[in-house]
C-alpha cells in the first residue's frame, strides 16, 4: 500500500508537467540546431552521470555488437535530424538481465542483454532503438525539466526509489558500494539510485510522463516505417516483454519492465498499426529481421543467461540456454552455463530426489563441456567439485589438475591446490 501511495503522489506531481509541448524536435522546420544554454548544461550533466553508471556497471564489452546497433541507429535517423547536426549517437550494452534500454539527453543509448537476449527479430530492436531515438530528438529531457521547474516541483531520486518500494542510501555508504540491497533490485538500479544518478533514474525507471512517451512510441514507430522495417512488429515487441515482465520478480523496476507501461506501448502502437501506418503494416517488402541480429544475437542470449542465473531465475535462464542450444548444439559455454543452471538448483533443492536430479544433470553437463572444449578450465574445476562431492577422488583430483594446468593464475588457485593435498592422502 505504501508503494502505491507514493506512487501515486509522484504521478500527480509528474504527469501534469509533461505536456509541454514547448520545445521543438531537432530539426523542426529545416532549421539548424543549436542547444539552448539550460540544454548545455543537462548534457553535461549526462555525461557526469554516465561516467559515475559506467564505474559501476557492468558493461558488455562486444564492439561487433556496439556496431551492429549503432548502424541500426544511423538507419533509423531522419534526414531532418542528421542535416540539423545535434548530439551525435552513440550506442552500448550493459551486462544486466533486466529488461531495459534507456537514453541520455546527450544521445547516448544503452541497451541491457536482458532486453536484447528476449527480442525475436531486427524489426522488434528497431522499435526500441527508434523510441529511445525519439526521446533523444525530440529533446524529452529538456522539455520535461523545464516543466518541472517552472511548477516548482522537486524531483529527486528518493521519490523514484520510493515509487518502486525501497529507499535511496547516503551517498557515503554508496560510494563504498553499500547500495540497496541487491534482492531488492539489479545491479545497475542499484548504481543509478544509490548514487543519485538522477537524470538516469528518469529516463531508465521513470519514464518522462505519458504524454512524452507516447510521442516516443509515434516517433519510434515514424522512424521505423521510414526505414523500412516491418511495423507488426511494434506491438508484438511490447507484448512480448509484458509477458516476460509478470515471472521475473522485483529485479524488474525499470521502464522496460514495467506491465502498465508496456499496457500503454501496445495500445499506443496498435491504434498507429491501424491508421497511420495501416498500408506499411501490408507492405510486402518490409524487413523483418536480418542474419546480423541473429549473429550478434546468439552470445547476447548466452551470457545474459548467466546473469539470470546468478539472479536465481532459473526458468528465465533455461529458456535461453535452451535457444542457444537449439542453434548451436555444440556451444560449450552454454554447456557449462547449464551446468551451472542445474548446479546451484541442487544446492537449492529441499527433496533429495530433485537435488540428486539436479546434480546428475550438472555433471553431465559440465562432462559435455568438457568433451566440447578440452581447452576450457571452468568445467573442469566444476567437475572437481562434483567428482570431490560424490568421493570419486581419482576424478576429482584429475578435474582440479587439468584446470590449474590451464588455468596456473587462476584467483582460487591456492584453495584447489590445497583440495589437491586432502586428496593425495
Known amino acids: 500500500m505504501r508503494r502505491t501511495v507514493a506512487w501515486l503522489v509522484i504521478l500527480s506531481l509528474l504527469l501534469p508537467a509533461c505536456a509541454s509541448r514547448n520545445v521543438p524536435p531537432i530539426g523542426a522546420e529545416g532549421q539548424a540546431f543549436k542547444p ?24 558488455y564489452d562486444d564492439p561487433m555488437l556496439d556496431e551492429y546497433l549503432a548502424r541500426i541507429g544511423d538507419r533509423l535517423t ?11 549517437f552513440k550506442f552500448g550494452v550493459i551486462r544486466d538481465p533486466t529488461l531495459n534500454a534507456f537514453a541520455l539527453p546527450n544521445g547516448h543509448i544503452y541497451v541491457h542483454t ?9 524489426s522488434q530492436l528497431a522499435m526500441i532503438v527508434g523510441h529511445e531515438m525519439t526521446h533523444v530528438t525530440h529533446r524529452h529531457a529538456l522539455s520535461f525539466q523545464r516543466d518541472v521547474q517552472t511548477k516548482q516541483i522537486l524531483y529527486t ?24 540491497g541487491a534482492a531488492v533490485i539489479g545491479q545497475t538500479a542499484n548504481a543509478i539510485l544509490g548514487l543519485g544518478l538522477a537524470l538516469t533514474a528518469m529516463a531508465a525507471i521513470n519514464g518522462y510522463g505519458r504524454d512524452l512517451e507516447r510521442d516516443a512510441d509515434n516517433g519510434g514507430m515514424e522512424n521505423l516505417v521510414r526505414a523500412g522495417y516491418d511495423p507488426k512488429e511494434a506491438p508484438k515487441v511490447f507484448a512480448l516483454l509484458r509477458s516476460e515482465s509478470k515471472d521475473r520478480g522485483s529485479l524488474e523496476t525499470f521502464f522496460f519492465g514495467s506491465h502498465p507501461k508496456l499496457t500503454e506501448r501496445i495500445e499506443t502502437t496498435e ?3 491501424k491508421t497511420k501506418y495501416a498500408e506499411a503494416a501490408a507492405a510486402p517488402t518490409t524487413v523483418r529481421d536480418t542474419e546480423d541480429f541473429q ?28 535457444r542457444v542450444l537449439a542453434i548451436t548444439p555444440k556451444d560449450s559455454i552454454a554447456h557449462t ?13 529441499r527433496e533429495a530426489d530433485r537435488k540428486a536430479e539436479h546434480a546428475r544433470l550438472a555433471l553431465a553437463s559440465y562432462e559435455k563441456a568438457v568433451e566440447l572444449d578440452e581447452t576450457a578450465p571452468e568445467p573442469h574445476r566444476q567437475l572437481g567439485f562434483l567428482y570431490y562431492q560424490q568421493k570419486d577422488n581419482a576424478r576429482a583430483k584429475a578435474a582440479f589438475e587439468k584446470y590449474l594446468a590451464l588455468k596456473p593464475t587462476a584467483p582460487d588457485a591456492k584453495r584447489i591446490k590445497e583440495y589437491l593435498v586432502e586428496l593425495d592422502r
Open 157 to 180: 531520486v528518493a521519490a523514484v526509489a520510493a515509487s518502486i518500494g525501497v529507499a535511496a542510501v547516503a551517498g557515503s555508504r554508496a560510494q563504498k558500494g553499500d547500495y540497496i
Open 271 to 273: 491504434g498507429l498499426l
Open 36 to 59: 539552448e544554454s539550460d540544454e548545455r548544461a543537462l548534457w553535461a550533466k549526462a555525461e557526469k552521470e554516465e561516467e559515475a553508471l559506467l564505474k559501476k556497471a557492468k558493461v
Open 295 to 322: 549473429l550478434r544475437m546468439r552470445s547476447v542470449v548466452r551470457e545474459n543467461a548467466y546473469e539470470d542465473i546468478r539472479a536465481g531465475r532459473f526458468p528465465v535462464a533455461q529458456r535461453q540456454l535452451d
Open 78 to 88: 531522419p534526414d531532418q535530424v542528421r542535416e540539423a547536426g545535434g548530439p551525435g
Open 337 to 349: 552455463y547449464y551446468g551451472d543452471l542445474h548446479r546451484l538448483q541442487a544446492q537449492r533443492a
Open 114 to 122: 536482458g532486453l536484447l537476449s528476449r527480442l525475436d527479430n531486427e
